[in-house]
């Protein structure tokens, strides 16, 4: 069974830094793209950042030189590190993967940055 779990999500002011992770278990992890997507209130789920098997990056223009997406082969985690959080960062996040044609989603952690 695929397992996908964040943790990290707080209550921050602007222009402060958090640090989620995301444990992933059920799927040979180190073979898998690895992704954060993000929704806010009232709005659809998007695109945050993904990173390859091989560890190549893609993010989104809204996060770009301030998100910096990571993973752990060995203890199986992916990490998206945040810095100079913006209010409108504000939303849940999700991790997510795919396997065999279907996506798996975590149940999400609340980032909350006041301005």
């Known amino acids: 069974q695929v397992r996908l779990m964040e943790r990290g999500g707080d209550f921050v002011q602007a222009g402060g830094s958090l640090r989620l992770s995301c444990a992933v278990s059920?799927?040979?992890?180190?073979?898998?793209?690895m992704n954060w997507y993000r929704q806010a209130p009232g709005k659809e789920r998007e695109f945050v950042a993904t990173?390859?098997?091989?560890?190549?990056?893609t993010y989104a223009e809204s996060v770009k030189d301030r998100f910096t997406i990571s993973r752990d082969n060995i203890r199986t985690t992916l990490f998206l590190q945040m810095n100079s959080l913006k209010s409108e960062d504000t939303a849940v996040y999700y991790c997510?993967?795919?396997?065999?044609?279907?996506?798996?989603w975590g149940q999400g952690t609340q980032v909350t940055v006041s301005s």
């Open positions: 059920g799927i040979n992890f180190r073979l898998h793209a």
């Open positions: 997510n993967t795919m396997r065999q044609g279907r996506n798996f």
């Open positions: 990173i390859t098997d091989t560890h190549q990056t």
